[in-house]
Nanobody, 121 residues
Framework: QVQLVESGGGLVQAGGSLRLSCAAS????????MGWYRQGPGKQRELVAS???????NYADSVKGRFTISRDNAKNPVYLQMNSLKPEDTAVYYCNANAVIINRPGGITYWGKGTLVTVSS
């Protein structure tokens, strides 16, 4: 009932910047929390950053000071501004949302299909 579509990935040199976007669509009553996760080659999926409806943010230590998560409004879209990129940031980045569906109580977690970010040295 909820679709998350990411965009903005690509190839960038170390030290460069990229901006990821995630748009949510479907029978959404509200979105409690949105976030970005990533999975690098041979690694487990990890939280990069998240933001609540109230605007509270949380970042992985490895991206603090370099990445910024933001939302235009309480529903969507959500952005991840990535600056000073490093080769170790190379990964598939996934959008994640905890959303409440219209006429259905409780939040459900949804995932996008991911967008590849490659940082060359």
């Amino acid at each position: 009932q909820v679709q998350l579509v990411e965009s903005g990935g690509g190839l960038v040199q170390a030290g460069g910047s990229l901006r990821l976007s995630c748009a949510a669509s479907g029978s959404i009553a509200s979105i409690n929390r949105m976030g970005w996760y990533r999975q690098g080659p041979g690694k487990q999926r990890e939280l990069v950053a998240s933001i609540t409806t109230g605007g509270n943010t949380n970042y992985a230590d490895s991206v603090k000071g370099r990445f910024t998560i933001s939302r235009d409004n309480a529903k969507n879209p959500v952005y991840l501004q990535m600056n000073s990129l490093k080769p170790e940031d190379t990964a598939v980045y996934y959008c994640n949302a905890n959303a409440v569906i219209i006429n259905r109580p409780g939040g459900i977690t949804y995932w996008g299909k991911g967008t590849l970010v490659t940082v060359s040295s």
